[in-house]
């Protein structure tokens, strides 16, 4: 069973200039979630990719069959179909697509900024240690209602309604990955969280920050936002902020 069935889970690519940027969605959503963001930056003529990771879209069974390393190859394979289009790539993603995008700069020099929305480094359930054994007795548990603060934000979320825990522990271990490798991160950075964020730990944009080695960063903290950044009250001031990001970070003739 998914929430939001009427919305359309595909992955989209947006033609623009040579400025290019990659939208990952976050654990059991699709693209639909990066959509607000991805039209905005369009707009103002970048070209803008949205892919949909192994698993989601499709089945909770199909996502609880899939190892971390499946949706970092997804995300390579279509950082190098950007390259291909885009003379400068810019990588953003949702908690697990901020994870996939701090694990690709980690990885290529190449990647010309990083935006990490609701950066997943530390979820705030203590419950989280318990689902490396939890995944054999309940393969998917129940999951409520997202927390967001504009009700009308939800119209933009297709997802899962249910937790499969084996791809659960699979986003755990692709964040300790990710953890250990946060030093091998040296391009520009916007870190974006939600004080009201009830899914990570409070102090995760810090960690990111303070763990990283670029020397251009910056924590972006939303006041009346949960954990889905890009869709809650607040996503215009991060759709903003990410593009004056881009801004900052290109040559002004590639912006035209």
């Keep these: 069973m998914v929430i939001n069935p009427n919305l359309d889970p595909?992955?989209?690519?947006?033609?623009?200039?040579?400025?290019?940027?990659?939208?990952?969605?976050?654990?059991?959503?699709?693209?639909p979630e990066m959509r607000l963001i991805a039209d905005y930056l369009n707009q103002r003529g970048l070209t803008v990719s949205g892919p949909l990771l192994p698993g989601h879209g499709t089945s909770i069974e199909d996502l609880d069959r899939r190892k971390w390393q499946e949706w970092t190859q997804a995300i390579e394979n279509e950082y190098s179909n950007l390259r291909r289009n885009c003379q400068a790539v810019f990588v953003g993603g949702l908690s697990l697509g901020s994870l996939l995008s701090l694990y690709l700069a980690a990885h290529n020099e190449e990647v010309a900024g990083v935006m990490a929305y609701s950066p997943a480094i530390k979820v705030s359930d203590w419950r989280a240690s318990l689902i490396p054994a939890l995944k054999y007795i309940m393969p998917n548990f129940p999951k409520g209602e997202e927390f967001v603060t504009d009700p009308?934000?939800?119209?933009?979320?297709?997802?899962?309604?249910?937790?499969?825990?084996?791809?659960?522990?699979?986003?755990?271990?692709?964040?300790?990955?990710?953890?250990?490798?946060?030093?091998?991160?040296?391009?520009?950075?916007?870190?974006?969280?939600?004080?009201?964020?009830?899914?990570?730990?409070p102090e995760c944009a810090q960690i990111v920050n303070d763990e990283v080695s670029s020397k251009e960063k910056e924590v972006l903290q939303l006041n009346n936002s949960g954990h889905l950044v890009t869709i809650d009250s607040e996503w215009e001031s991060v759709a903003e902020r990410t593009y004056q990001f881009i801004q900052e970070h290109v040559p002004g003739e590639l912006l035209h």
């Excluded at 595909?10 to 693209?31: A, D, K, N, R, W």
């Excluded at 250990?180 to 991160?185: F, M, N």
């Design 10 to 31: 595909s992955e989209f690519y947006l033609e623009g200039g040579q400025v290019g940027v990659m939208l990952i969605h976050g654990f059991t959503g699709s693209p």
């Design 152 to 201: 009308d934000a939800l119209a933009q979320n297709w997802s899962y309604d249910g937790l499969p825990l084996h791809a659960a522990h699979e986003v755990m271990r692709l964040s300790k990955e990710v953890r250990r490798s946060l030093p091998k991160v040296s391009c520009p950075i916007l870190i974006v969280q939600g004080a009201l964020d009830p899914a990570i730990a």
